[in-house]
């Protein structure tokens, strides 16, 4: 694990604290004594195998599940998210793996779906400014706002699914695997758009099995593995560091191609003068 005094301490404001939160159904046990912080202008990757417990917890933020045990803080405050309408209202925004867009409406009424301007008179110019604007502060790529989702690439529509959170100001957003299935040009897009979050000053939560999109845009990284927290890496952290930390395995592929390249090193070193 990388040491944590080799990297610049977070300046931004503690947007979010957990301490401790278990979540059981019945007897199983999702989350066990989970701890994490996040702050303003920070990206948290969260990474772990499938069934460590990365979906439960993000569910727990988003107001779907609530904890069997331990504390919510944000910022500053003891919170309850008891549904997902009060994790909103404060502040809390989740764009979800699906994304839930009507694919046949265009890309304000997506936006705006149940937060419509003047909903008994649509104000459709003020809806489309705004629209526009929230774009424009993402430097979206897309060509109109007046065209469907449906005719949309899979980078597009999840920037409109980030403009859409970012529609009531949230302090955090969390992203659930936001370029899986993207291409190579799509996920470098998707991936510009979540240092522009960032850079925007929120704090931002990204799940993702994507190591190299990880490194890409996280100021750490958190591993869960069985529903317990299992280290706090960097981007420089190695490949065969996160793969023995998400799976337990110290012995797998990723330590062996490493192993066999050192010796390799060592062998080419050895044989010069």
Known sequence: MSDASDHRAPSGELVLS????????????????INLDVHAGEVVAL????????????????GVHQPSAGTITFRGKQVTLSDPATALDLGIATVFQDLALCENLD?????????ELS????????MEVR???????????????????ASLSGGQRQTVAIARS??????????????AALGVAQTAEVLNL??????????????????????????????????????IFYPDTSNQELVSAITGATENAVSRRA??????????????P
Not at 131 to 149: D, F, G, K
Not at 166 to 179: A, G, N, Q, S, V
Not at 200 to 226: P, T
């Open 18 to 33: 957990l301490k401790g939160v278990s979540k059981h159904f019945g007897a199983v046990s999702a989350l066990t004594d």
């Open 47 to 62: 990474v772990g195998d499938n069934g460590a417990g990365k979906s439960t917890l993000v569910k727990v933020l988003a």
């Open 107 to 115: 890309v304000v009424a997506n936006i705006f779906l149940g937060r």
């Open 119 to 126: 909903p008994l008179k649509l104000d459709e110019t003020a």
């Open 131 to 149: 629209a526009w604007t929230l774009l424009n502060e993402l430097a979206a790529r897309i060509p109109s706002v007046r065209i469907p989702i």
């Open 166 to 179: 970012l529609l009531l100001e949230p302090k955090l957003i969390m992203l659930d695997e936001p370029t």
């Open 194 to 231: 979540i240092e522009r979050v960032r850079d925007k000053g929120l704090g931002v939560i990204m799940i993702s099995h994507n190591m190299e999109d990880v490194r890409a845009v996280a100021d750490r990284i958190v591993v869960l593995r069985l529903g317990r927290n299992n280290g």
């Open 259 to 272: 192993g066999r390249r050192q010796a390799q090193q060592e062998l080419r070193e050895g044989g010069q």
